[in-house]
């Protein structure tokens, strides 16, 4: 089992900048693919980003592209995003993601567990 904690959300002015960190227990994640996802008020879950465990290569939701961040720290065990140039239309609870083998890491169904979310709200 594993449990991740996010953590780095907060209230930011639209145009700025946060880092949200990850952190799983009672296991490394190293050996999984991790992901970001968000959801907003009344809406979905969705994609934001993510990275594959070998290779590290990455992938982003267009709305983020250029913006957001996604990177991986295996040997502090801890999953990353920078995120600037906020905007209002971001405002969501973020939520980080590993999966085992996710064919369609995009897809929040293929991931195996999940965080808590972390708040991020941007005033414009």
């Known amino acids: 089992q594993v449990q991740l904690v996010e953590s780095g959300g907060g209230l930011v002015q639209a145009g700025g900048s946060l880092r949200l960190s990850c952190t799983p227990s009672?296991?490394?994640?190293?050996?999984?693919?991790m992901g970001w996802f968000r959801q907003a008020p009344g809406k979905e879950r969705e994609f934001v980003a993510a990275?594959?465990?070998?290779?590290?290569?990455?992938y982003y939701a267009d709305s983020v592209k250029g913006r957001f961040t996604i990177s991986r720290d295996n040997a502090k065990n801890t999953l990353y995003l920078q995120m600037n140039s906020l905007k209002p239309e971001d405002t969501a609870v973020y939520y980080c993601?590993?999966?085992?083998?996710?064919?369609?890491?995009?897809?929040?169904?293929?991931?195996?567990?999940w965080g808590q979310g972390t708040q991020v709200t941007v005033s414009s």
């Open positions: 993601a590993a999966g085992k083998n996710p064919l369609v890491i995009t897809t929040r169904s293929e991931y195996d567990y």
């Open positions: 009672g296991r490394t994640f190293s050996i999984y693919d």
């Open positions: 990275i594959r465990r070998i290779g590290g290569n990455t």
